[in-house]
């Protein structure tokens, strides 16, 4: 897909965003995520020198890749780790220029490591932003942190983990939730979590995040109360498995 394309898609799909927002009864404020997986670097910077900072990656080395060739032309590149975490992968995850923000943690352990290797990589800096995966959809082969458990571990970061920042949860849920008109299960479920959370905390409930709603499902996801959303096909195209 050209340069150009992208960055009409980005502004069109910026619009809608604000739109859902003005009209969303749940949530006053939502980020847009770039999922830049398998796509080349010159589409990020595409959309970077339209004001895009947030982008999604997936995939360990792309991350690694990526950050590292972009890290001097786009300086205030905020990086997303998306994918499945694994516990021989964080000290490279954490050393990727850039990194903001990883929406995927779902057990202790994996909070533990990335504690640890913040504290060598980036620490010193600002503590690292980490979303609870929860698998709300409760299905086998999804990421995630069973739903009863999330808040633990939400205030297991919070206590314990002095180089992370918990920013809230994140979900992906089911595809045929994502591809049925009305309200989302998923996205209801996960909307509880936070509430739940804040009710045991005595927090302010818009005080962390909601990570929910991907490309064909983000309007929806706002409605019912994302904050912030990862948008990859409807932006870049479809994805291309290189060498995969």
Request: net charge neutral; glycine share 8%.
């Amino acid at each position: 897909m050209s340069v150009e394309i992208v960055q009409r898609n980005l502004l069109n799909i910026l619009e809608a965003v604000a739109d859902a927002v003005t009209s969303s009864p749940a949530t006053k404020r939502c980020r847009l995520v770039a999922v830049s997986k398998t796509k080349p670097a010159e589409l990020i910077e595409a959309c970077y020198s339209k004001g895009q900072r947030h982008f999604g990656e997936n995939y360990v080395q792309e991350l690694e890749e990526k950050s590292a060739s972009l890290a001097t032309k786009c300086p205030e590149i905020r990086w997303h780790f998306i994918g499945q975490v694994q516990s021989n992968k964080i000290g490279k995850i954490c050393s990727s220029p850039g990194l903001w923000c990883v929406e995927t943690v779902e057990s202790e352990k994996h909070a533990k490591l990335f504690d640890k290797e913040w504290a060598k990589h980036g620490a010193t800096v600002l503590p690292l932003r980490v979303l609870v995966q929860v698998n709300t959809s409760e299905e086998e082969n999804k990421g995630g942190i069973q739903i009863s458990e999330a808040p633990k571990l939400a205030e297991f970061i919070r206590k314990e983990c002095v180089n992370l920042r918990f920013g809230g949860f994140m979900t992906i849920g089911s595809f045929d939730n994502s591809h049925t008109s009305g309200v989302n299960p998923d996205f209801e479920k996960l909307f509880g979590v936070r509430k739940q959370w804040a009710e045991q905390t005595g927090e302010d409930v818009e005080s962390v995040e909601l990570s929910m709603g991907m490309s064909d499902d983000f309007i929806q996801a706002i409605q019912q109360g994302s904050t912030s959303v990862r948008v990859g096909s409807k932006l870049f195209g479809a994805r291309e498995y290189k060498n995969k």
